[in-house]
Each structure stands twice: as structure tokens, then as C-alpha cells.
């Protein structure tokens, strides 16, 4: 089971840390994406971590801008979302795929949680 929270309403310019708390299973074995869909728009990624943390990828629209990052303590997946824009706004969802190996492909992700709404508007 996956559970996103920190959604919320945010100005531009604006930050917010996004949090996956997965249960069930343990994030040393699967590697876990954010996804996000905006009103009318397919779901599009948007960072993903390996299930041994060391390798992360982002889609271009939010590199330099976000940052994902994973406590397998808490086993907890965070994104921190800075210099927010309008067009960032979407729900977003997590997503875990049963391989440590980390994918960009939406297909590729077996369990999703229930999405959190993001809103980047003045």
C-alpha cells in the first residue's frame, strides 16, 4: 500500500515536500516513481529512486527544481518541490514497481497510491 500526503494550495515561486509511506513491503527491493496528471493531460513522470537510493532520475521540467529522496527506516519516499509553477499543477501520485531498478515508464508500475492534489496558483 502506498499513501501520498503534503499536497495543498501554494503560490508560484513556492515550495512543498510531498511524502509516500509505503507499507507491506520493503523499499530495498522496489524502486518507487512520482507521477503527476493535470486537468486533462495524460500521466506524466516525474522523478523516480532505485531501491538502493543511488540512482535517481527526473523528468526535465523539474530537474534542478525537485528532489526525491527515500528513508527506508520510515520507509518513507519524499519529493521535495521548490520553485513551484503553475504548470506544475496536477495530482500527483506515487508508484512502486517490483524491481530495485528504477524506470521512467508509467507501465512499468505495478502498485499506485490514491494521489495528492497540488495547486500552484497566486
Known amino acids: 500500500q502506498l499513501v501520498e500526503s503534503g499536497g495543498g494550495l501554494v503560490q508560484p515561486g513556492g515550495s512543498l515536500r510531498l511524502s509516500c509511506v509505503v507499507s507491506?513491503?520493503?523499499?530495498?527491493?522496489?524502486?518507487i516513481a512520482w507521477f503527476r496528471q493535470a486537468p486533462g493531460k495524460e500521466r506524466e513522470f516525474v522523478a523516480t529512486?532505485?531501491?538502493?537510493?543511488?540512482?535517481?532520475h527526473y523528468a526535465d521540467s523539474v530537474k534542478g527544481r525537485f528532489t526525491i529522496s527515500r528513508d527506508a527506516g520510515k520507509n518513507t519516499v519524499s519529493l521535495d518541490m521548490n520553485s513551484l509553477k503553475s504548470e506544475d499543477t496536477a495530482v500527483y501520485y506515487c508508484?512502486?514497481?517490483?524491481?530495485?531498478?528504477?524506470?521512467?515508464?508509467?507501465?512499468?508500475?505495478?502498485?499506485w497510491g490514491q494521489g495528492t492534489q497540488v495547486t500552484v496558483s497566486s
Open positions: 508508484a512502486s514497481r517490483t524491481s530495485w531498478i528504477s524506470s521512467v515508464h508509467l507501465g512499468t508500475y505495478d502498485y
Open positions: 507491506g513491503f520493503s523499499l530495498d527491493y522496489y524502486a
Open positions: 529512486v532505485s531501491g538502493d537510493g543511488g540512482t535517481v
